[in-house]
């Protein structure tokens, strides 16, 4: 059973850094790569992240030079580091993956950036 568990959301105040977390099992994490999205209200779901099974990672033009993501192959983890958060980064962030034909995502971690 492929089962992904976000964590680390919370409230923020602009200029500060998150890490989010995404566990991971089901899956051969290796092989896999894994995905961050997220949703503010009223928005479409916005594609944030993407790291490869061997590390390569991609970033929307939005998070690209604040955001960072990596992985911990023996924890079957990825990480979302957010820093120089704003308060257009408020959102559900929530991590998905590709198994065998299928996509998995999440329930995400709700992170608010306010003052």
């Known amino acids: 059973q492929v089962r992904l568990v976000e964590s680390g959301g919370g409230l923020v105040q602009p200029g500060g850094s998150l890490r989010l977390s995404c566990a991971a099992s089901?899956?051969?994490?290796?092989?896999?790569?894994m995905r961050w999205y997220r949703q503010s209200p009223g928005k479409e779901r916005e594609w944030v992240a993407n790291?490869?099974?061997?590390?390569?990672?991609d970033f929307a033009d939005s998070v690209q030079g604040r955001f960072a993501i990596s992985r911990d192959w023996p924890k079957n983890t990825v990480y979302l580091q957010m820093n120089s958060l704003k308060p257009e980064d408020t959102a559900v962030y929530s991590c998905?993956?590709?198994?065998?034909?299928?996509?998995?995502w999440g329930k995400g971690t709700l992170v608010t950036v306010s003052s």
């Open positions: 089901g899956i051969v994490f290796s092989r896999s790569s």
């Open positions: 998905t993956t590709n198994w065998r034909g299928r996509s998995y």
């Open positions: 790291v490869t099974g061997d590390g390569r990672a």
